[in-house]
Every structure is written in structure tokens, then in C-alpha cells.
């Protein structure tokens, strides 16, 4: 029996804790353990394929380009976003092919730098809303804004971050890339959504400055290799409906009209959990013989054993 194939988009707490500096050693740690996960569900019998997210990183390479442009150029953002695929890449290989080793399984990983094409006309570059970057205080928002003329909003009750354009993906450049090593190899693609770019007259590529998001990157990804199980991993076990309040309730296996519906009276944060029950959603209707999960790192195994965590599913 072939095994099955799953593409397992991991969230931030997933590359770093949130405390202190976020410096590379640091995250190395927190990747460490979630690739202890990751190689348990290689173990488990699946073929896998990484997308990451990079809001943090990239939001301080940014940073430090800018702050570094009297000695030396700025990057543009869309280098910036490069630049966070070969690290955080780098990190992901590194621990993943120790704990393989760990394991007995000889299996490659390579991180594949992703280009994304994006629409020049997505409305989104007219609203942006991902956030990228570290999170701020009222206060030092609006002087950054003032400062910088960034767009800075209020994220999930956490603080404040910058926000930028966040288009829809629309096509992987390197997807052949990524399905001629599928099946000998754990791939690392997408990362942060992917590199965005658009189309230009002579039908090459130019970057632009935008953030897509990694749940529906790699919600494309999982479709267009025909995976079995499209998991993101966040920071929470499950799904919760009224989220914060006293009838607050977790979502177990759910149907893709029940998502829609929580979805319209909108019991998820734009932002935040909104993108990622979206996009499992989207992958579900694409491939209505395939379920979407979404659960936390620590649960991941329990999720794929024995159906915890919020599973999105035509077979219930």
C-alpha cells in the first residue's frame, strides 16, 4: 500500500516561542522540537511536504536592512522574503534530517526557493492585513507609522504589528520542481507563503511587496500534488467557535457546509484563524475525497491517529 501523502503547514509557534530576541539559535531550539514531530509522522508511514511561515523573520530582516541602509543597500521585501526561506530552510533541514537520522530513515531534505505568482490587481494590495514583524504597543504603532508610513493594526489582542499586502496565490513557479523530488525526498517549499511575484510583459517574473499567506499556499500546494491530508499546525488544538467566550467550544470533525456557516457568522479572526480554516476549507472542496486538520504541534500525531483536533471532511 503506497503511503499516503500530507502537506503540514507549520505556524510561527512552530519556528519560535515568542520570547526574547528570536535570535537563530533560539528558533533552532523551537524547530528542534517541532521536527521531533514531523520525523514521528514521517515514521507513521507519510510521504511529507513543509510549508512554513515567516511573519516574525522576515519582519526583521526587514528591519535590519532598513536600519542598516546608510552603510549598505536596503533589500526590497521580496529579496527580504527569500532571504527568510533560506534560513528558516536551512533550520527545518538541518533538525528534520538529524531526527530521520535518529530514526533509521535515510530521507533527503532540501528547501526549494518557492516563486508565487500573485495577481497585480488582487484587491489586496489596496487593504493591506498580514501581519509581519514584531508586535508593539499602541503607542510605539502610531510613532512607527508616522515615522515609517507603515500600516500598523491591532493583531488578535496581542499588540500591534505592521501589516502588508497579503494577495491570494494563484500559481507555485517551481511546482514541477517540487513533484520530480516528491517521492524520494521531504521538500521545504512555499515557505512564507512563497515568494510573491507577478507576471510582466516580456512573461517573466518581478517581485512585489507582499506577504501570501502560508495556509493557502500551502493549500494549493497540497492540491496540486495530489496530497491526502492538508494539516496546518497553529498554536491552539482545535478550532473553537465563540472563541473567548463563556459557550467557547472546540470543533472536532465538521462538515465543509458547517465550516461555512461558522465562517459567515464569523466565529474566526481575520488575521488569524480566519485564512486557516479558509484554506482547509478550500482544499477540502477541491478534493472532496481528502480532509484538511487543523490542530497544534503536540497533537499532530493524535490528529492523524485518532482524529483529534479540528478535521474538515466530506466523510464524517
Known amino acids: 500500500m503506497a503511503n499516503k501523502r500530507i502537506v503540514i503547514a507549520l505556524g510561527g509557534n512552530a519556528l519560535e516561542n515568542g520570547k526574547g530576541a528570536g535570535g537563530a539559535e533560539a528558533q533552532l531550539e523551537v524547530v528542534r522540537e517541532t521536527c521531533r514531530h514531523i520525523a514521528d509522522i514521517s515514521c507513521a508511514g507519510y510521504e511529507i511536504g513543509i510549508v512554513h511561515g515567516n511573519g516574525p523573520q522576515v519582519g526583521r530582516i526587514l528591519l535590519a536592512s532598513e536600519a542598516a541602509k546608510e552603510v549598505t543597500p536596503a533589500m526590497p521585501f521580496d529579496v527580504c522574503g527569500a532571504m527568510s526561506q533560506g534560513y528558516i530552510g536551512y533550520h527545518i533541514q538541518q533538525a528534520l534530517r538529524h531526527e530521520l537520522e535518529k530514526r533509521k530513515r535515510n530521507i533527503p531534505v532540501v528547501t526549494i526557493a518557492t516563486q508565487t505568482v500573485v495577481d497585480k490587481n488582487d484587491p489586496a494590495f489596496r487593504n493591506p492585513t498580514k501581519p509581519i514583524g514584531p508586535f508593539y504597543t499602541e503607542k510605539e504603532a502610531e510613532a512607527i507609522e508616522k515615522e515609517n508610513g507603515y500600516v500598523m493594526k491591532e493583531d488578535a ?160
Not at 496581542?158 to 523530488?181: N, Q
Open 157 to 316: 489582542g496581542r499588540g500591534y504589528r505592521r501589516v502588508v499586502p497579503s494577495p491570494l496565490p494563484e500559481r507555485i513557479v517551481e511546482i514541477d520542481a517540487v513533484k520530480t523530488l516528491w517521492d524520494s525526498t521531504i521538500t521545504i517549499s512555499c515557505g512564507g507563503g512563497g515568494i510573491p511575484v507577478v507576471e510582466n510583459e516580456d512573461g517573466g517574473y518581478e517581485g512585489v511587496a507582499a506577504v501570501i499567506d502560508k495556509d493557502f499556499a500551502a493549500g494549493l500546494l497540497a492540491d496540486n500534488i495530489g496530497a491526502d491530508v492538508f494539516m496546518i499546525l497553529t498554536a491552539v488544538p482545535a478550532v473553537a467557535i465563540n472563541f473567548g467566550k463563556p459557550e467557547e467550544k472546540e470543533l472536532g470533525r465538521i462538515t465543509p457546509e458547517e465550516a461555512e456557516k461558522y465562517i459567515e457568522e464569523g466565529h474566526f479572526a481575520p488575521g488569524s484563524m480566519l485564512p486557516k480554516v479558509q484554506a482547509a476549507l478550500k482544499f477540502v472542496k477541491s478534493n472532496p475525497s481528502k480532509e484538511a486538520v487543523i490542530t497544534s504541534l503536540d497533537n499532530a500525531g493524535n490528529a492523524l491517529r485518532n482524529g483529534e483536533g479540528t478535521i474538515i471532511s466530506y466523510r464524517q
